[in-house]
């Protein structure tokens, strides 16, 4: 704790590698608060995990205790909004109506005082020009309560009466605790009011705000929660919790889309127009909407277009090393034939702009129930960007099944989202980065561009070591090539039954797919409690019910992947997990988005695949295998299926090892063992632990 005040005392970044039990959340809260205290600053923890969310307002909640700390808990404010069917863009224009109608029920307030001052003294003297001044004033008064009448039609009730009644006690009760957003929703939908307003009226009282990402990543949204607090970016101090998926989530956050959908609305906005001549601008979409369909109908073979599903799915348009783009090669020369120049995008923005000013008038006055949104502005928007010269964008063709039909879209992925980052990082009083995987700090930096000097803290597991083991199983490598192998199949099949046969209680299989995980579910004949974990299905029922079992004194398996959801920010406590098993290396798809990042970073820094690859997946499997041994009295064992993680195999297979891909301590923990002494080894370490077992409940296949 020392360490990071000191370091935010100085205005340096924190880079915080920290296991489980280290205490990572209070030992950066603590000075955080304590800095901002002093230095009058505000501090704003972040995350991209819910359940990351809960334990903030738990551990905010302890310290409150001992200290008054006041706390906002931040969410997006649809999920604050009483309207299900509400959407961001028409929440922000009946917002504007909603202040503007008030205002104009003030003014016309003080015109109807006017009025009945003006008529009592016509009466009192005659004079025919105060009977002409009111005559004016009233027609003005007829015309400002038609507008009235349109405002009411299109604005926000609750936060009319938000405005009107300004609800006593909200400031007492808000920081009488540390409040969840939906406890703050029902205080408002109880008293008819805008929950969202009512907080973001009371964040300059904050001391601390507990938030998403997307409000410290999102440059409008961080510029909205500044106002807010009436306070400048040098003012806030940040806490990234997960910070290991900070690029990822920046990423997310950079991409940009044009559907063919989005074109025929943008093509049709423009014929509809009949204020001037538009025909180049309905012509660039059309190109470009002719364009996408035959791109993806003429890569299709035969019978392969009944297989795209709803989710979509890419098409190479742009070689990922090279960055040779023939869609856009295409476009440029269809654009020329055309005569079409660049600067009809500049006529297109235009109108785009136009468009989106004409339909907010239209909402405003109450002419349309709905804020419709500019078609053209998007689709300019996005082609303005495309045809730019601009090496961070990486062009993909996405095709889907939608409605029965097949559609597409480009997609302009952003390969390193440093663009992001590194604004915000130069403006930020300071800042802790935290995670159990976030080494190694030099990738943090380079990848991030964090150019501020750092202080780096690193902590391992501080739990007894006598109540956990690592190991890792020397079965040859799982390359892809050898995953349906039947050989391979019954040699991993024998490794799990004989860990799971051996486990005490709940384990855990991480594969290194859905597809992979599916076919072990399947071919594994087990007489416990199984489950699946899997693509588009929620998992909270799967995990709700094996978590159940296992915090019973019982036993299951559950079946998931390293890339799913479940590796992360999900606590597996009072014995949810007894045994974690990894199974493979687990690389992602080394599809056309992966080859992207990695030939970036290559060109960037001279380590594509240690950065794109190598250094994620290898925090993905140390997640995984950190969903055991969650508390001091906590007991549990993490296996490694594969030789590659063998110490062993960086003089046998060489390139291809990945131990040494982890930390030193990590290292030192793995014992090598054969396929035929993984029973032995399990049974040994669980009747090794001192504290009693309860197997009575179990039952296992002999």
């Known amino acids: 704790m020392e360490q990071i005040f000191g370091a935010l005392i100085g205005e340096r970044f924190v880079l915080f590698e920290g296991a489980c039990g280290t205490g990572k959340t209070l030992s950066a809260l603590v000075p955080a608060l304590s800095v901002g205290e002093r230095l009058g600053k505000v501090v704003v923890i972040a995350t991209n995990v819910h359940q990351q969310m809960e334990q903030f307002i738990e551990e905010t909640r302890e310290i409150r205790r001992k200290k008054r700390v006041n706390v906002v808990v931040l969410t997006g404010k649809m999920l604050m909004c009483p309207h299900p069917d509400m959407d961001y863009d028409r929440c922000k224009l009946l917002r504007e109506n909603t202040f503007e109608l008030v205002d104009a029920e003030r003014e016309s307030g003080v015109i109807d005082a006017q009025l009945r001052a003006l008529g009592k003294k016509y009466e009192d003297t005659g004079d025919p020009e105060i009977f002409e001044l009111r005559s004016a004033i009233a027609r003005d008064a007829d015309s400002e309560r038609d507008r009235i009448r349109g405002l009411r039609r299109a604005s926000c009730n609750e936060l009319y009466e938000l405005l009107r009644s300004d609800p006593t006690g909200f400031r007492e009760w808000l920081f009488g605790d540390v409040r969840r957003p939906e406890e703050v929703a029902d205080w408002a939908y109880q008293r008819g009011v805008c929950g969202y307003e009512l907080l973001k009226r009371e964040m300059k009282a904050a001391d601390l705000v507990i938030c998403n990402y997307h409000h410290l990543l999102n440059a409008s949204i961080f510029d909205n929660l500044l106002g807010w607090l009436e306070r400048g970016a040098n003012d806030i101090i940040a806490i990234f919790d997960e910070a290991h998926n900070i690029e990822s989530a920046a990423r997310n956050h950079s991409s940009l889309t044009l559907s063919e959908i989005t074109l025929d609305r943008a093509f049709g906005e423009v014929v509809e127009d009949r204020s001037g001549d538009r025909e180049g601008i309905g012509l660039l979409f059309s190109l470009v909407k002719n364009l996408i369909h035959d791109s993806y109908e003429s890569r299709l073979k035969f019978g392969e277009s009944e297989r795209i599903g709803e989710h979509w799915q890419d098409l190479r348009i742009c070689d990922p090393l090279t960055r040779e783009d023939l869609f856009k090669e295409k476009l ?12 009809v995008i500049d006529d297109a923005l235009r109108l785009g702009d136009e468009f989106e000013k004409r339909y907010e008038r239209e909402f405003k006055a109450g002419r349309t129930k709905i804020l419709k949104s500019s078609s053209t502005l998007a689709a300019a928007t996005f082609l303005q960007q495309y045809l730019r010269e601009n090496g961070e964008y990486y062009p993909i063709l996405n095709i889907r099944r939608d409605d029965n039909k097949l559609t ?18 130069e403006k930020l009083h300071s800042a802790v980065l935290m995670s159990a995987t976030l080494a190694p700090f030099e990738m943090v930096k380079t990848t991030l561009g964090m150019e501020r ?43 799990l039954t004989d860990i799971i046969n051996e486990t005490p209680g709940n384990l855990i299989l991480f594969f290194q797919s859905a597809s992979v995980a599916l076919q072990y579910y399947q071919h594994l004949e087990l007489n416990i409690p199984l489950f699946l974990d899997e693509i588009g299905v929620s998992a909270q029922r799967v995990r709700e019910e094996f978590f159940k079992i296992g915090e019973n004194g019982g036993k299951a398996v559950l079946f998931t992947y390293l890339w799913g959801t479940l590796t992360e920010g999900v606590d597996y406590r009072d014995g949810r997990a007894r045994c974690v098993v990894v199974i493979g290396v687990g690389y992602p798809a080394l599809n056309d988005r992966m080859r992207a990042i990695e030939s970036a970073y290559d060109a960037e820094f001279g380590r594509g695949w240690d950065y794109a690859i190598q250094i994620p997946t290898t925090r993905k499997v140390r997640q995984a295998l950190g969903r055991v041994i969650r508390s001091p009295e906590d007991f549990g064992l993490r296996v490694l299926v594969d030789a590659r993680y063998t110490p062993e195999s960086m003089k046998t297979l060489r390139k291809y090892s990945v131990h040494n891909a982890f930390p030193e301590d990590e290292q030192r923990e793995m014992i090598e063992v054969a396929p035929q002494r993984v029973k032995y080894a399990v049974m040994n370490f669980f009747s090794e632990i001192s504290e009693p077992i309860e197997t009575k409940d179990l039952q296992i296949k002999e």
């Open 453 to 495: 000097d750092t202080t780096e803290l690193a902590f391992g597991l501080s739990f007894p070591p006598e109540r956990r083991r690592t190991l890792a199983v020397n079965v040859p490598p799982l390359f892809a090539r050898d995953r349906k192998n039947p050989e391979t199949i019954e040699m991993i099949t024998s490794v």
């Open 332 to 343: 440029e020369k269809v654009m020329s034939e055309a005569g079409l120049e660049n600067g």
């Open 408 to 425: 597409g879209r480009l997609e302009l992925f952003i390969s390193i989202p440093r663009h992001v980052t590194k604004p915000l990082f």
